[in-house]
């Protein structure tokens, strides 16, 4: 029984398996790849543009296969050049597709020039027309001239990929891409058409672009007696929010906190002149505190000398 059912699982996977893997093809991927050898493709067709067919039998070439620049050998010569011999998905797409090369390089190309339209969208179907999306190709919100109404990206564009769903840019947000984010105050707008354009940096949210347009201030910033978003000078608060040796730098909605000069105990701004006391081993010397000469004697207030004398380190 267990022999059986092995048997059953094993050949389920092998019959079922690879419809599995056509339905969940990633189209995104191929309509990539056949951009590339359509590119490719018309890369090619630019650089043999002025070949001459010199080799072989001229005569049977000219009477077989008309002139080179519509014979066999030169579409042979440019699909040689389409993919990288890296590139598996490339020569995989190239090769099962090779018949339709043929027939469009001898039978469609003058009816049909654009190769990308006739190749990737209406034959093999990997991709949509610009603007458009999914198996169907349904047009993206917002059309398909201004996907998501030109303000944000529309999910499986040119793919018989994705939903259509909108991604919106920065600044925009909705269904449609047609309302502002915090942030942004809506300069412009009706059904169609919607331009969002920065709040005065002191907002959360606002109606214009000043900081007397606000409706909430931003965290650093407060509203004074006219309406308008000020910024909070955190440096002359009454609890210091710097250490010791530090002092504080305010700045538009925040403040920093800077190391003070090496020679202070303290300080309010940088730079030795800016101590509030001097550090041991420095003294203040007409408001700056310098580095004191460690080859003087130092003396107590009493004018005795403290300390080991140069003179004495030279007996020893």
């Not at 579409?75 to 011999?85: A, D, N």
């Not at 020039?113 to 991709?127: A, G, S, Y």
């Not at 004074?224 to 978003?229: I, P």
């Amino acid at each position: 029984m267990l022999l059986s059912y092995s048997i059953f699982y094993l050949m389920f996977v092998v019959l079922f398996l690879p419809l599995g893997f056509i339905y969940t093809k990633d189209f995104s991927a191929l309509c990539s790849t056949c951009r590339q050898i359509v590119d490719n493709f018309d890369k090619g067709l630019e650089k043999t543009a002025n070949y001459n067919f010199g080799g072989g039998n001229t005569e049977w070439e000219e009477r077989k296969l008309s002139k080179y620049e519509s014979s066999e050998i030169r579409l042979m010569e440019i699909l040689e050049g389409v993919c990288y011999s890296s590139s598996f998905e490339c020569n995989h797409m190239l090769e099962e597709n090779e018949e339709h090369f043929e027939t469009w390089w001898f039978k469609r190309k003058t009816k049909h020039p654009d190769l990308f339209k006739w190749f990737c969208i209406e034959t093999i179907k990997v991709c949509c027309p610009k603007g458009s999306f999914g198996p169907d190709c349904n047009t993206c919100v917002g059309g398909a001239d201004r996907p998501c109404h030109g303000n944000g990206k529309c999910d499986g564009d040119g793919t018989r990929a994705g939903n259509g769903k909108c991604s919106c840019d920065k600044g925009y947000e909705g269904e449609f891409c047609l309302d502002c984010s915090d942030g942004y105050f809506s300069a412009l707008r009706n059904d169609t058409f919607s331009l969002c354009k920065d709040c005065h940096e002191s907002c959360v949210t606002c109606t214009g672009g000043t900081n007397q347009d606000c409706k909430e201030c931003r965290n650093g910033w407060e509203e004074d007696q006219e309406g308008a978003c000020i910024d909070v000078n955190e440096c002359t608060k009454d609890s210091a929010p710097c250490k010791d040796n530090q002092y504080c730098l305010n700045t538009d909605g925040s403040f920093s906190c800077k190391a003070c000069n090496i020679g202070c105990s303290g300080c309010k701004g940088p730079g030795a002149d800016s101590c509030l006391t001097c550090a041991d081993g420095y003294k203040d010397e007409e408001g700056t505190c310098k580095e004191e000469n460690k080859d003087e004697p130092a003396f107590n207030s009493e004018g005795v000398q403290t300390g080991d004398s140069p003179e004495k380190h030279e007996d020893l």
